[in-house]
């Protein structure tokens, strides 16, 4: 296998670099320019989970065409409510009805990732989604405006985070818990393999 300097990130998400710094992976980050509105309306209906493989893709090529012989893996991840697609609320309004929606049942929250392996001069391609279920608490409306005001849930997938304050509002997951904050590192391993580098090669 292959051993490349290290793995570039087309994604500006904290959450997921701590992942990856957390699980010793070098890594560079590189965020990518992609128009997310415009790649999921030229693509038509499409289930949350194809949705959440479908942008991982463009952002990992968009980085990609940009930086010769790399290794990229773009990520992104979409919220299942009720067999509804949920991104970012952005605005308080929005998070504030959805986590009175979600508030005592649970939703599933998927997360693409593509990874392009251009470190031999041919780019090589794979991609997966991993998929959990999350449980929510029957948290109060007080509870619910307090986090809203501290804009924690304003821009990420669903409302909320598992890493972060929203951890408190959660009572359990079904699946990896790494899915949920935004990348499966035993997903990306699986991807690295089939593109030829052992995910130790990459280690710190």
């Not at 997310?36 to 893709?57: F, K, N, Q, Y």
């Not at 697609?85 to 593509?114: C, I």
Request: hydrophobic share 45%; glycine share 10%; net charge negative.
């Amino acid at each position: 296998m292959t051993s490349p300097a290290s793995l570039i990130l087309a994604s500006a998400s904290p959450s997921r670099t701590k992942l990856l710094s957390d699980a010793g992976i070098r890594h560079s980050i590189l965020v990518s320019d992609v128009d997310e509105d415009a790649v999921t309306a030229a693509a038509g209906p499409v289930s949350p989970a194809e949705t959440a493989l479908l942008l991982a893709r463009a952002k990992a090529e968009s980085v990609a065409r940009g930086v010769a012989c790399s290794l990229v893996l773009g990520c992104d991840s979409v919220f299942e409510f009720g067999g509804e697609p949920y991104g970012k609320p952005w605005e308080a309004d929005v998070a504030r009805e959805r986590w009175q929606l979600m508030r005592g049942k649970s939703g599933v929250l998927h997360t693409g990732h593509w990874l392009i392996n251009a470190t031999s001069g041919e780019a090589v391609a794979h991609g997966e989604v991993t998929s959990a279920v999350v449980h929510f608490e029957d948290v109060s409306d007080a509870e619910i405006d307090t986090y809203v005001a501290t804009g924690e849930p304003l821009q990420v997938a669903g409302g909320f985070t598992i890493d972060g304050l929203a951890g408190a509002f959660i009572t359990g997951v079904d699946g990896d818990p790494h899915t949920v904050v935004g990348l499966s590192i035993s997903t990306l391993r699986r991807l690295l393999a089939k593109t030829g580098v052992s995910i130790t090669a990459l280690w710190a």
